[in-house]
């Protein structure tokens, strides 16, 4: 996959609304989970279409092992010229409030979903990578 397919697959999520679901989304925080989610920030939400084209990030592909139906995980790290350096939230179960920074946005393929993005932290990345549950294919 090139930069420029992935770019293409995030403007047709945002086009067709799926980029950013209900479970995501800061305006839903206030509806809680009975499971940890990550929710993107209140600044990066609104900005999502700009902030991609403005390319001011980089792109590391990765394959999702534990879910053979829909590997595909691409990870973007916004640049340190960024608005965005904690571009998401960690919020716990049964929890409304945003809690642990989390510095990377996640790209996957749901199966019901569609393309979407929510949040992650670098070091849990890492830790997935290490264990066998993800593959790094390469930068883009």
């Known amino acids: 996959m090139t930069r420029t397919e992935v770019e293409n697959l995030l403007f047709e999520a945002a086009r067709n609304g799926t980029l950013l679901t209900d479970k ?81 946005i996640i790209v996957v393929s749901g199966s019901s979903q569609g393309i979407h993005v929510f949040g992650e932290h670098s070091g849990i990345i890492l830790a997935r990578e290490r264990n066998g549950e993800l593959e790094f294919k390469g930068d883009l």
Do not use: C, W
């Not at 809680?32 to 993107?40: L, M």
């Not at 403005?54 to 790290?77: A, G």
């Open 24 to 104: 995501h989304n800061p305006a839903s925080l206030s509806a809680a989970s009975n499971s940890p989610r990550s929710v993107i920030s209140d600044e990066l939400a609104p900005t999502l279409g700009p902030f991609i084209l403005s390319r001011n990030y980089s792109i590391q592909e990765y394959e999702n092992k534990t879910i053979p139906i829909s590997p595909m995980y691409l990870v973007i790290t916004p640049d340190s010229s960024s608005q965005f350096n904690v571009p998401a939230s960690g919020v716990p179960a049964y929890s409304t409030v945003g809690g642990a920074p989390l510095d990377r």
